[in-house]
């Protein structure tokens, strides 16, 4: 059974910094794309960034380029987002999904379907 379990999100002031956890179980982690994707309310879900640890890919929204890192630890099926100089449009609950890469592409890493998503953390940035 694939699960993914986000952690790390928090209550933070405007230029602070937090890092979730995205763990991964129940697949072949070298053979998936992970995404972040935010959803605040009202407004639409986005993708915010993207992995493939096996490629060394990783491609970023721009909203959030130069300031979110993300990075895996394939020896713990986990992906990271490191979230510096956060406003509070970063606000939203964000959500990491995975998709096998035969189903993926790397120029539009957005537009995929991804099948499997986690439960979603809460990310408030208070101004």
């Known amino acids: 059974e694939v699960q993914l379990v986000e952690s790390g999100g928090g209550l933070v002031q405007a230029g602070g910094s937090l890092r979730l956890s995205c763990a991964a179980s129940g697949f072949t982690f070298d053979d998936y794309a992970i995404a972040w994707f935010r959803q605040a309310p009202g407004k639409e879900r986005e993708g915010v960034s993207c992995?493939?640890?096996?490629?060394?890919?990783?491609y970023y929204a721009r909203s959030v380029k130069g300031r979110f890192t993300i990075s895996s630890d394939n020896a713990k099926n986990t992906v990271y987002l490191q979230m510096n100089s956060l406003k509070p449009e970063d606000t939203a609950v964000y959500y990491c999904?995975?998709?096998?890469?035969?189903?993926?592409?790397?120029?539009?890493?957005?537009?995929?379907?991804?099948?499997?998503w986690g439960q979603g953390t809460q990310v408030t940035v208070s101004s």
């Open positions: 992995i493939s640890s096996s490629d060394s890919y990783t």
């Open positions: 999904a995975a998709v096998s890469k035969r189903n993926w592409g790397p120029v539009t890493p957005f537009t995929t379907f991804y099948p499997y």
